[in-house]
């Protein structure tokens, strides 16, 4: 079989394992942070990070000209809008729930491909979309009660899922010139003076360091999930068409269950378990091709 056929299975495998495993991570940290504050640590660590891959890989941090204009609206949409979201959605909801809400990415990628680029949409991918929402639809059916108690934090977390399906669309139908790292770097590191400002005027001066535990789950978010994370991200969206590749991002919240079941002991009910089953079917018909006879 050709190496290049393990390609896509290997960097979801990892970017699955990456953004799923965060969400409990995130609650840890937020135990002693605030969520702006911890935000803004976790994209200066990003940044750095990603700063110090591009010289170590003798990478240009050009932007070509004439993609300024694309650039900002996928990080205000991928990064910036995304960071502020969730982190509101997480004011008003559990951190699990809103993750739920932000995993709703692909179904809104396959109604805007659908509606505004006339994506055709074939028998199989249709029902992987179906089966997605299902299981989306599943693991929001007990929060209904918390969402309808906390109708912000309903509008933030989907904001967050709309957000991200228009940044995927941007950079997917973008010609970025031959950009490299710089394209995730610039995305990253234009949000951080505003996520910055959003940190000062919400949460104020940090009066204190943050605990050693703490600040390792900041430094460890922001360089392996929202680093490595998201130049892996945008790797699966330039090998795989937009409505495959925002597909291939439903299986994080259920990591992140299993995740919270293991390090938080969260119960693990029946509607999870069809929820992980019904995750597993839909990436399997939109991954998998079809054998033809």
């Not at 702006?36 to 932007?63: D, N, V, W, Y």
């Not at 934090?153 to 899922?161: S, Y």
């Not at 703490?214 to 929202?226: C, E, F, N, Q």
Request: charged share 10%.
């Amino acid at each position: 079989m050709d190496r290049s056929s393990f390609k896509v299975p290997a960097l979801l495998l990892a970017l699955t394992l990456m953004w799923g495993t965060n969400w409990a991570l995130f609650r840890v940290a937020l135990d002693e942070l605030p969520v702006l504050t911890f935000r803004s640590g976790a994209l200066l660590s990003g940044t750095l990070m990603l700063a110090l891959i591009m010289k170590i890989r003798g990478e240009s941090f050009a932007i070509p000209r004439g993609r300024w204009p694309a650039l900002l609206v996928a990080s205000a949409t991928n990064v910036g809008i995304w960071n502020v979201a969730t982190s509101m959605a997480v004011l008003y909801l559990p951190s699990g729930h809103a993750s739920v809400l932000a995993y709703t990415m692909p179904l809104w990628v396959a109604l805007f491909g659908f509606i505004v680029f006339r994506q055709r949409l074939s028998g199989r991918l249709l029902a992987a979309i179906i089966v997605g929402a299902a299981a989306v639809g599943t693991l929001m059916a007990p929060n209904f009660a918390s969402y309808a108690q906390a109708p912000l934090g309903l509008f933030w977390g989907l904001l967050a899922a709309v957000s991200w399906a228009i940044g995927t669309f941007v950079v997917k139908r973008t010609d970025w010139g031959g950009m490299g790292l710089a394209l995730t770097f610039w995305q990253v590191a234009f949000t951080v003076p505003p996520i910055f400002a959003g940190m000062f005027a919400i949460d104020g001066m940090p009066t204190h360091l943050p605990s050693t535990p703490t600040l390792a789950v900041m430094i460890y978010t922001g360089a392996l999930p929202m680093a490595f994370g998201t130049v892996v991200w945008f790797m699966l969206v330039r090998l795989l068409p937009t409505q495959v590749a925002a597909l291939s991002s439903i299986a994080i919240p259920i990591v992140a269950i299993v995740t919270g079941i293991v390090l938080l002991h969260e119960p693990l009910s029946l509607l999870q378990g069809v929820a992980i089953a019904s995750t597993v079917i839909s990436l399997w018909l939109a991954l998998v091709p079809s054998r033809t006879v």
